[in-house]
């Protein structure tokens, strides 16, 4: 089994494949304070809590927004599952081009994404991640990466919109009964909910623009689906496209190893 472990900023999310067959998928808070030893703690509960052990894992694969957890990760690999894992980086065959003014600026997920988008759905395509910070990334239909945008993620303008604001209170995001709040609470969920509505359908409409009428558009991460429910613009939702991405690049990266 391949054990697939994607480190963000908010949480991280693990996957454990057979083959081509996602088996099962956990996603936990990410804590900058966390040992090594306390991460394998968590992981092995899970482990153990869906039947499955340590030893049944065959290989890792990890990719990493988060640099100082990066190092914690290997180690907890190492120690606990007995294998050097594969980490996404630079130089790690991904299955697509990327045409970046600097590639080594672009966030492993991004990369990740793209190359999972681009083996199931094609190209053109632009792949929207509902993460930490809410990106957009655009795929050419010869499979290049091309870049694309980056807004703060639906939670943290939320929760911004709490700590810089002295009366307005911490929400949580549920739909508003309609767009014109009656309270202050349903006035926040409107301009929050239906304001990242109409970003992401203008931010389509302008790569949809520069990429052609044809070009497909995907989500993922944890508000995707609460999202896609407001819009047509949306056409796919993939909440597990990260964790493909990353078997699809082990498998190209796996005869290196």
């Not at 894992?85 to 990327?98: H, W």
Request: charged content about 20%; glycine content about 12%.
């Amino acid at each position: 089994m391949l054990l697939c472990i994607d480190v963000g900023n908010t949480n991280i999310v693990l996957g454990l494949y057979s083959g081509d067959d996602l088996l099962t998928h956990w996603r936990i808070s990410t804590d900058h304070d966390r040992m090594p030893d306390e991460y394998a703690m968590v992981v092995l509960g899970l482990f153990a809590h869906a039947g499955y052990h340590a030893q049944q894992v065959e290989d890792v694969i990890i990719a990493s927004v988060v640099p100082p957890l990066t190092d914690r990760f290997q180690e907890m690999v190492r120690a606990y599952f007995g294998h050097e894992p594969m980490v996404v980086g630079t130089g790690t065959r991904t299955g697509v081009s990327i045409r970046y003014d600097r590639p080594q600026e672009v966030g492993a997920d991004r990369v990740i994404n793209v190359a999972a988008a681009y083996q199931q759905y094609g190209g053109p395509a632009c792949i929207v991640d509902f993460g930490t910070g809410t990106t957009f990334d655009a795929l050419s239909a010869q499979g290049e990466y091309l870049g694309g945008a980056i807004a703060p993620g639906v939670r943290v303008a939320a929760e911004a919109l709490f700590q810089r604001t002295a009366k307005l209170p911490r929400v949580d995001l549920q739909r508003p009964p309609r767009a014109i709040g009656g309270n202050t609470v349903d006035a926040m969920r409107s301009g929050i909910l239906f304001g990242y509505v109409g970003l992401v359908e203008g931010l389509v409409a302008r790569f949809r623009a520069e990429l052609g009428p044809n070009m497909r558009v995907i989500a993922t991460g944890g508000l995707a689906e609460i999202i896609a429910a407001e819009t047509p613009v949306i056409e796919f939702v993939d909440p597990w496209l990260t964790l493909k991405g990353m078997r699809i690049i082990y498998d190209l990266n796996r005869g290196a190893r």
